[in-house]
């Protein structure tokens, strides 16, 4: 298990962050501004730190710098919506290890810091590092195998179907919104129209609907709900 520490002043995409982190196994501490970050490197020694450069009380490159300075092996990762190559390359010359620009996936987040960590050589369990299988209803769905079966036949999904279904199994129970399903399961490229999210959201409703037909007893399956103006929902079976 690492120990992560999260400087991240947006809410959402902070507690984004330390969920998703936090289910792949790893300890994490979560700081919203730059002077708490420090204060907490000051305690403690970190694996890795994932570090917004757009920080509301210290610019972020000064909070790179000075944590490169008090922890020289601690990877650290920088969170960046700044787009400019003169951006990247100061965080980089101040001592940052990598950089991922927002918005980034949750998949990409995962491999990249497990990445690091591997190289830092920190020792990972396999088996609590990998995203948890999920299982509701009749309905099972292993990410790492990329399978997806309904009481125990698989379904043949696209690849894209199998990422966003993927996705929303990671947050079951809470709203996600269109955004950020079109940000991770396509990518920060994308420039199509968003009703192609709606096409894919249709398929997969009706790929499980197909795989639960004429089962006896009948199916149990978790359903996705539309949550209009905003995104979808997966909820559990109750």
Not at 72 to 91: C, Q, S, Y
Not at 190 to 197: C, H, I, P, V, Y
Request: aromatic residues 4%; glycine residues 8%; negative net charge.
């Amino acid at each position: 298990m690492a120990h992560l520490l999260v400087v991240e002043d947006d809410e959402s995409i902070g507690r984004l962050l330390q969920g998703a982190l936090t289910a792949n196994g790893h300890s994490v501490i979560w700081q919203r501004t730059g002077g708490s970050a420090l204060a907490e490197a000051a305690r403690q020694t970190f694996d890795l730190v994932l570090l917004d450069l757009g920080l509301p009380d210290v610019d972020g490159v000064e909070v790179c710098r000075d944590l490169r300075m008090r922890q020289p092996h601690t990877v650290i990762v920088m969170l960046t919506a700044r787009r400019e190559e003169m951006d990247v390359v100061v965080g980089l010359e101040a001592g940052a290890d990598d950089y991922l620009s927002k918005p980034f996936g949750r998949t990409e987040l995962l491999a990249r810091v497990r990445a690091h960590l591997r190289r830092r050589g920190v020792e990972l369990d396999d088996e609590t590092t990998r995203a948890p299988v999920f299982e509701s209803g009749d309905l099972r769905v292993d990410p790492a195998a990329r399978r997806v079966s309904v009481r125990g036949v698989e379904l043949a999904l696209r690849a894209r179907e199998f990422d966003l279904l993927e996705r929303l199994v990671a947050d079951a129970g809470q709203a996600v919104s269109r955004e950020t399903l079109m940000a991770e399961v396509w990518d920060e490229h994308w420039s199509g129209a968003s009703k192609t999210l709606d096409v894919h959201i249709a398929a997969v409703r009706r790929r499980l609907g197909e795989a639960g037909d004429g089962l006896e007893p009948p199916a149990r399956l978790p359903t996705i709900a539309t949550l209009r103006g905003h995104g979808y929902r997966l909820d559990r079976v109750p």
